[in-house]
C-alpha cells in the first residue's frame, strides 16, 4: 500500500489533493515547491553552458541538477530520456 506521497513542481489547489486523497488512501502527503535559495541537501547542483560544462561564476548558463529524487526516464521513451538526461544522471 501506499503511504507517502510527494508532489511539487507548481502549487496543488486543496481540492484537488481532497480528490487525490479519496481515490489513492495515502496515509501522508507533502508539497514541495517555492524557492529556498539554497540547494537541498539531495541534490548536487551547477550552472553548466549548453553541453554541461560548468562555467564560471558570474556567467550565464543553464542550472543542472542530479539527485536520488529526480526521475529515472520518460515511461517507453529512451529517445525523449536522453534528450532530457545525460548519461552521469
Not at 13 to 40: D, V, W
Not at 64 to 88: A, Q
Request: charged residues 20%; glycine residues 12%.
Amino acid at each position: 500500500s501506499l503511504i507517502y506521497g510527494g508532489f511539487g513542481g507548481s502549487p496543488m489547489h486543496p481540492e484537488l489533493l481532497s480528490e487525490l486523497e479519496k481515490e489513492i488512501p495515502i496515509i501522508r502527503t507533502a508539497q514541495g515547491y517555492g524557492s529556498l535559495e539554497r540547494c537541498m541537501q539531495c541534490l548536487e547542483i551547477k550552472v553548466a553552458d549548453g553541453v554541461g560544462n560548468a562555467v564560471p561564476i558570474s556567467q550565464r548558463g543553464e542550472i543542472w541538477k542530479r539527485s536520488y529524487t529526480t526521475m529515472t526516464g520518460y515511461f517507453n521513451d529512451r529517445e525523449k530520456t536522453s534528450e532530457t538526461i545525460t548519461s552521469s544522471g
